[in-house]
């Protein structure tokens, strides 16, 4: 993981006896450093992710559409020579198609998930 600037918060281990300066409680503002530096390292850390899926559901597209072409082409092998041998490899790609498929829609439910994580983290930090 890359370290950004604002990966790391340093807070006061007990708060001082001093007053703050705006008449805040000084935990308080512990407390506000602390949200605010998760918030900034768990925003960076879902966008790192939503990246990566996003890169993988490119992949698992292109696969998926390269699986259709192989199908495809043995499909039209089939028609031209039924040999067992070609029926089986047709089934197991056949297969591998469908367990695609099954991957991609649960990588798009957890995109949308993420997306919607991404969203309400944007949403708090406009709000504070």
Request: proline share 4%; charged share 25%.
């Amino acid at each position: 993981m890359e370290t950004h600037e604002n990966d790391s918060v340093v807070i006061e281990a007990e708060p001082s006896t001093s007053h703050a300066p705006d008449g805040e409680d000084p935990l308080r503002q512990s407390s506000e450093v602390l949200a605010r530096g998760l918030s900034s390292m768990l925003s960076s850390v879902i966008t790192d992710f939503d990246c990566r899926a996003n890169q993988t559901l490119r992949s698992q597209d292109h696969l998926s559409s390269v699986l259709d072409r192989l199908t495809g082409e043995l499909d039209q092998l089939l028609e031209d020579a039924p040999l067992p041998f070609i029926m089986q490899h047709a089934a197991k790609i056949s297969s591998v198609r469908k367990r695609v498929s099954s991957l991609n829609s649960l990588l798009k439910s957890i995109q949308g998930r993420i997306d919607n994580i991404d969203r309400m983290i944007s949403f708090e930090k406009n709000n504070q």
